[in-house]
């Protein structure tokens, strides 16, 4: 079945150091891949999107890489700061019976450390 | 701007008892999802909606059910609450004109089944 592996689960950074969060997603038909980060006792807040006709986006000190062929996409943040320091999750989505079907990796606990 | 609410925060029940997670959205959405999330399974979609009056299962359905008669309320129904539905159930919306990608969740309310 269609499902979205994410790793590491956890990694732990200084803060300046950079971070590197992979996921690999199994349904070629998949378009759209979101990254979300979750605060302790909040929701998950989107963060950025990719969609399939493009290869990279960068939003400041984030940036998201995609590779269709592999089915491979990461999140990549830099000068890492403690308050980047939360549960980040990776999605892979298709338009499905309706609605945008979002299929989510297990999760990455990230801590920056001062 | 409000954006989605959820209420209760926080519910401890007893098996067996009915329950209802609340979901409010000020956006207008038409799209509103209902999720849960357990460690290591990420978000798993209950139940979505498309339109008022409009529902559909999603991945893990089973004990639940949903109702839309207003656009802003997505209310999540557990008829009969067991312990294995112990979680932290998260409520989403979409926009239909941004072509409803970008799913956008509330606080979550994590309820315990005893």
């Known amino acids: 079945g269609e499902n979205v592996e994410q790793h590491p689960s956890t990694l732990s950074v200084q803060e300046g150091d950079s971070a590197v969060i992979k996921c690999t997603y199994s349904d070629s038909a998949s378009n759209y891949f979101p990254w979300y980060k979750q605060e302790l006792g909040k929701g998950p807040q989107l963060i950025i999107d990719?969609?399939?006709?493009?290869g990279e986006k960068k939003d400041q000190r984030i940036a998201v890489t995609l590779n269709k062929t592999a089915k491979h996409f990461s999140l990549h943040i830099t000068e890492t700061q403690p308050e980047d320091s939360a549960v980040y999750f990776c999605a892979a989505g298709r338009w499905s019976g309706g609605y945008n079907k979002l299929i989510f990796g297990a999760g990455t606990r990230l801590a920056v450390h001062p | 701007d409000a954006g989605i609410t959820q209420s209760p925060r926080y519910k401890i029940t007893e098996t067996g008892r009915q329950v209802t997670l609340m979901c409010h959205q000020t956006w207008s959405h038409s799209y509103m999802f209902w999720y849960r999330q357990d460690l290591g399974h990420g978000l798993r979609l209950i139940y979505y909606?498309?339109?008022?009056?409009?529902?559909d299962k999603g991945e893990v359905p089973d004990g639940y059910v949903v109702s839309r008669s207003k656009t802003e309320n997505f209310p999540l129904t557990l008829e009969s609450a067991t312990r294995s539905q112990t979680s932290v159930y998260f409520c989403?919306?979409?926009?239909?004109?941004?072509?409803?990608?970008?799913?956008?969740f509330g606080p979550g309310t994590r309820l315990t089944v005893t």
């Open positions: 909606s498309a339109a008022a009056d409009i529902t």
């Open positions: 990719i969609r399939s006709n493009v």
């Open positions: 989403a919306s979409s926009d239909r004109e941004r072509q409803a990608y970008e799913q956008y």
